[in-house]
């Protein structure tokens, strides 16, 4: 359990544009930079990438992509170490690869020069919080500018951690500068009123909060990330991911404290009868817990020894029952997660004219079959 919750506090405090910022109407001329430019230096060591980043980003989408460290553009309370010039250029290679060209494949090459932000800022390290135990991973500012932190620690084979720490960031920051500019819509906004804590919510166990209607413990802490967050997560995760968190979803959970730890833990799956524990009731994960189907369809579970892997016998040596929790909290989780994608789709569709299965669908094909050494040939082979 402590594991869940340790991960519960790292993964994903993404802040978001503060309730007071709002959005212009006044339409964007064909830039909003300088119309001086500085010449590149074809001696300096970052020439072919500084070359890449103009042609890419700039000359295609208005879109500034700093990747060295600007103070002025930084919370000043958070120690900040500007990111590494490879971590920087693979990272700049997949965001164009899984964003911007996802993007452009789906919903034409205008959309982003027209909504997408106009500033990329990569930030080496994370920003810690530690009155809360969090740290910042993305900031989406103005509708204008998204921050990428954590940069240094990229590791472009290790695909699901790029995609909890960078791409998930990249498509949630997006949702908000989408959100800013059309409105979530009132009944996504009604769902799951009154279970909003923006206070605790990294204390949460993400399971318990599937089981409420939540598709991660941070969308828990406010509606717009709520919002946010299904539409970064649907895009991203993989089919077993998805199938996994509705299971999760669909589960019950029980709550107890020990002498410990008087602190409320949460706990889903299976309990089984245990006379050395508080109330004779222990509790089991997954792992621990096997199923066994009758001839007849029915279903039951036993307890396995962690270690050695064998089935865990009472003192009359028979296999140790266990039973799957039952839902009681009056909500079905599923129906809420599957309802709020819902309305994220039509409101793609609705409001944008785009389909948000064909956008999580390139995402999908792309993020299995990308090939890093190919990409860091656009950079390598510039003249």
């Known amino acids: 359990m402590k594991f869940f919750k340790y991960m519960s506090t790292i993964s994903l405090a993404v802040a978001a544009l503060m309730a007071t910022t709002s959005c212009s109407d006044d339409e964007l001329g064909d830039t909003i930079f300088p119309d001086t430019t500085t010449e590149l230096d074809p001696n300096s060591y970052t020439y072919k990438f500084d070359k890449w980043l103009k042609q890419e980003y700039l000359d295609v989408y208005n879109l500034d992509f700093r ?23 693979d990272l700049a290679l997949l965001t164009k690869y899984l964003w911007f060209d996802v993007y452009t494949k789906v919903a034409g090459s205008e959309f982003l020069k027209m909504y997408g932000p106009r500033i990329i800022h990569l930030i080496g390290s994370p920003a ?7 740290m910042v991973l ?3 500012e103005g509708g204008i500018k998204v921050s990428l932190f954590r940069v ?24 908000h500068i989408l959100h800013q500019t059309k409105t979530i819509p009132t009944e996504f906004r009604a769902i799951s009123n009154g279970r909003y804590d923006d206070n605790n919510w990294q204390d949460q166990w993400e399971p ?15 509606m717009r990330e709520d919002f946010a967050e299904v539409i970064a997560n649907y895009i991203t995760k993989t089919d077993a991911q998805w199938a996994y968190m509705l299971k999760m979803a669909a589960r019950g959970w029980e709550s107890e404290s020990s002498e410990e730890d008087t602190s409320s833990k949460y706990y889903c799956w299976y309990y089984f009868e245990d006379n050395d524990a508080k109330n004779n009731k222990s509790y089991a994960e997954d792992s621990q817990v096997k199923e066994i189907k009758s001839s007849t369809g029915e279903v039951t579970y036993q307890l396995i020894d962690s270690h050695t892997g064998s089935v865990v016998k009472d003192s009359l040596g028979n296999p140790v029952e266990v039973y799957a929790v039952v839902d009681k909290d009056g909500v079905d989780g599923v129906a809420i997660i599957n ?42 082979d510039i003249q």
Not at 156 to 174: C, G, I, L, Q, R
Request: net charge negative; hydrophobic share 30%.
């Open 208 to 222: 318990r909060m599937n089981s409420l209607g939540m598709v991660t413990n941070y969308a828990s802490s406010q």
């Open 339 to 380: 309802q709020k994608v819902s309305i994220c789709r039509n409101w793609f569709k609705d409001e944008w004219g785009l389909d948000l299965d064909a956008l999580r669908e390139e995402v999908q094909t792309r993020q299995l079959n990308y090939n890093m050494e190919e990409l860091r040939k656009q950079i390598s």
């Open 138 to 140: 993305g900031l989406a």
């Open 67 to 89: 990747y060295k460290m600007q103070d002025v553009g930084t919370d000043m309370n958070y120690n900040l170490v500007p990111a590494e010039l490879t971590k920087a250029e």
């Open 152 to 175: 240094n620690e990229l590791d472009n084979t290790n695909f699901d951690v790029m995609n909890e720490y960078y791409f998930k960031t990249m498509h949630h920051e997006f949702a």
């Open 128 to 134: 810690y919080n530690p009155q809360s135990g969090t």
